[in-house]
């Protein structure tokens, strides 16, 4: 035992060494490359005298970095996250010059300028250096990854929960790639560009892949509601206007997303897939889960938003990792610039704009955000979580702009699986095993947008249809972006209020809404839901303009004689009660179509009329009434077929669907034609819940004290309420427990009171 302490304990000394030697030398040849950095003394020094100089210096910056930074860091958390990226350069150079003061005789000195690039040089140096002497060292390479979840678990006072050690239950890590279809990934694993997954399909023993369907709104919004809170009822787009309120709804601002998580807990009486011992990273949802980083809806919440963007600050209070970041940053920011360019150079078609703020926010997305999610994530799985529910946003931000099957997202995919290498790396390291699930909330269909295709906005020709001014060029419709509204967030910019293609010149003008190649029309001055017949009367020439239109592939709207109806080219008018895949103007949308568009027709925020653009099945091709020429939002293509890539440990999800419903039943596909995976987000919800219940066994949460709406120890549960899927019955009516922790087989009795007890 003490044989091994001695040997631990000089490897620690030996890369201790070795870094500082490195560092020294860096130093040393940063001095005689830059003319502003000095070593020496004015009128000249030994090499020996200089070199101890080089160490003095780079021993103090180094002890500087370890002990300064984090504090710095840590002092700044009312600084925007985006912010404190653009400080990481400035605090890095300042650190540096304070210690060459350190340096005796004064041999050592910079201007600011000369300092922040050594400073910038020196710590990305001393970063690969400590890394390849780590990871030649299991041992030590664990050691360095768990410090940064160590120091997160001390912070917010959670206790240690790996202490089951690798033979206990096994924890689960689902990771989605958002917008990431399943042919997309089938290709690019069979292409080469994601070594790390065609290695977990081509494993016997490793994982499975298998489509499943999204509801008709195939987004973010829908899906990871639906996943990760069981329920996505209601929500008909990424983007919809309620009429009582006035309000325009967007899946992607806080203050929405934290209704549409209350609306479903409401709804399912289901804390979340995340509230037993759970964490939840770079998502729109919490899923109920305690730990939290990056979390839309959360940042809607006074004093919960703080702790959503703590994830920022935990990861840069490592100056390596700003360090490696920021340059990551600027580098992906030129790297976007010149593709653009060159997009234009060569004429690309379909092609659409990509200047303003593009650049910064695709390298938020693709470096910043991916960065702190992965961190986090291994974090989590070093403090032994029981589920981590994270959502890396690059593929989908990029393959908007640039197109699903293009360079730039290959490109995006090929990181995004070192990303996932890492983690699988990650996992023979940690205290408690991890199943692995890989998943997207939907794909991308490719396509020109609807207004550069017909020269036209789906607004402009809503209000042709109404007899109402069209303006003479066609203006862009924003876009729908969760990477946009995620950069407001870290700069702690608001994000309230609609553009101006969302609100009505005048009341009586109709409000158009984009979610993809998904329109909604809504009437405000239309009580209730507008018929077929109300809109006729007043604009006579609507609805069948929009049916005839080429690029539109059908519409929704309610009737007062035949109930709601689909309506297509060539005057075809389907009772919805009647319509069936494969016929009519559903003919192109494949299987499951019509029951999804039923699904949505219940909703109460259904629009007045529900827009569908074309398909073209031989291409793939939709017409997006954004500007983005890879879409998802509607049907029509790969947008509806996401994946599942899960380890053949766990239950296949049809059989774990099957499962789950009541006796004498069975899990059928539309019209009876059997499922290659789930259909619906929910259906998904149901899968993940039970493989949950299949690692860890049933699980009785036990409560903290101090939460708005939770629970305590000893309360009953509602009627009703599940944790993770699991009924507790109940006895008393009181609030839906927001977050729990598990209780082990060791833990106190339920009704005994639990010290600190946190999720």
């Known amino acids: 035992m003490n044989d091994g302490r001695w040997r631990k304990a000089g490897g620690t000394l030996i890369r201790v060494i070795s870094v500082w030697a490195v560092s020294t030398l860096t130093m040393l040849a940063l ?43 840590r002092a700044l958390l009312i600084v925007p996250a985006l912010v404190l990226g653009a400080l990481v350069f400035f605090l890095n150079g300042s650190l540096l010059l304070i210690a060459l003061r350190l340096i005796p005789d ?32 299991d041992d030590a390479y664990r050691r360095r990854l768990s410090r940064l979840a160590d120091r997160r678990r001390r912070r917010s006072g959670t206790p240690q ?38 290695g977990l399909l081509a494993d016997e023993a490793g994982h499975r892949l298998t489509p499943w369907t999204t509801d008709w709104s195939s987004q973010t919004g829908a899906s990871q509601l639906g996943i990760l809170h069981g329920s996505n009822h209601d929500v008909p787009a990424f983007r919809w206007f309620e009429k009582e309120t006035g309000t325009v709804m967007v899946s992607s601002r806080p203050a929405s997303a934290l209704e549409l998580q209350r609306r479903a807990i409401a709804r399912t009486h289901d804390g979340g897939l995340l509230t037993v011992d759970g964490a939840s990273r770079g998502n729109l949802f919490s899923g109920g889960a305690d730990q939290l980083a990056l979390v839309l809806s959360m940042a809607a919440r006074r004093g919960k938003g ?39 150079v060569r004429k690309e078609s379909p092609r659409v704009k990509r200047g303003g703020l593009y650049p910064f926010i695709r390298a938020f997305a693709t470096v910043v955000e991916r960065d702190v999610v992965v961190s986090a994530v291994i974090g989590d799985m070093f403090a032994g979580r029981t ?63 609807f207004a550069g295709r017909y020269g036209l906005t789906l607004k402009d020709l809503v209000r042709a249809g109404c007899g109402l001014p069209v303006p003479r060029r066609a203006q862009r419709t924003r876009s729908a972006s969760e990477a946009r509204d995620a950069v407001r967030i870290a700069l702690h910019r608001p994000v309230v209020g609609v553009s101006e293609a969302e609100h009505p010149a005048k009341p009586s003008d109709p409000v158009v809404l984009a979610s993809g190649n998904l329109g909604l029309l809504s009437f405000p001055d239309i009580e209730g839901r507008a018929t077929r017949e109300q809109l006729d009367r007043r604009y006579p020439a609507l609805l069948g303009t929009l049916a005839a239109h080429p690029g539109i592939g059908f519409l929704l709207v309610k009737s007062q004689k035949h109930g709601s109806v689909v309506l297509g080219p060539g005057g075809a008018e389907i009772p919805l009660a009647e319509l069936r895949d494969g016929e009519g103007p559903m003919a192109v949308f494949g299987p499951g179509a019509a029951d999804a568009v039923r699904r949505t027709d219940g909703f109460p925020h259904v629009a007045d009329v529900m827009v569908n653009s074309m398909y073209d099945p031989e291409t793939g091709r939709v017409h997006a009434f954004e500007e983005q020429i890879g879409s998802h939002g ?67 949460p036990l409560q903290q004290e101090g939460f708005t709406g939770a629970v305590r120890v000893d309360e009953p549960f509602p009627e009703g309420v599940a944790v993770a899927g699991t009924p507790v019955s109940a006895s008393a009516d009181v609030p839906v427990p927001a977050e729990v922790v598990p209780l082990r087989a060791d833990a106190p009795d339920p009704g005994d009171a639990v010290p600190g007890a946190r999720g």
């Open 31 to 73: 001095a005689g490359i830059l003319p502003d950095f000095q070593l020496q003394a004015d009128d000249g020094d030994t090499v020996t005298r200089t070199a101890f100089t080089a160490a003095w210096g780079a021993g103090a910056f180094g002890l500087l970095s370890a002990l300064v930074w984090p504090v710095l860091v």
């Open 106 to 137: 004064g041999r050592g000195d910079a201007n600011p300028e000369t300092a922040v690039v050594v400073a910038a040089v020196m710590s990305a140096v001393a970063s690969a250096t400590s890394t390849a002497l780590a990871v030649r060292d």
């Open 161 to 198: 929960t790996a202490d089951r050690g690798r033979g206990g239950p096994p924890g689960i890590v689902f990771l989605q790639l958002d917008g990431v279809g399943h042919d997309v990934l089938e290709q690019a694993a069979s292409d080469g560009l994601m070594p790390t997954v065609a």
């Open 306 to 344: 703080r702790r959503s963007r703590a994830g920022y600050f935990a990861y840069f209070s490592d100056p390596a990792n700003a360090v490696r970041t920021a340059l990551s940053f600027v580098a992906e920011v030129g790297r976007e610039m010149g593709q653009s360019v060159r997009a234009r």
């Open 387 to 449: 589920a981590v529910y994270a959502d890396l946003v690059a593929y989908d931000e990029v393959a908007h702009h640039s197109g699903p099957h293009s360079r730039d997202a290959e490109k995006v995919l090929t990181r995004l699986d070192r990303s996932l290498g890492l983690i699988l790396k990650v996992a023979d390291h940690t205290p408690r095993a991890y199943r692995i699930v890989l998943l997207s909330d939907h794909g991308q269909s490719p396509g020109e947008t």
């Open 634 to 700: 509607g049907l029509g293509g790969e947008q509806s077929r996401p994946f599942l890539l899960w380890p053949r440990t766990l239950t296949d999800p049809l059989d774990a669907m099957a499962a789950d419903l009541p006796p004498g039943t069975s899990e059928a596909g539309p019209a009876g034609i059997p499922q290659a995976g789930p259909v619906g987000a929910e259906a998904v919800h149901r899968v993940l819940a039970r493989w949950l219940r299949e690692l860890s066994g049933p699980q009785v």
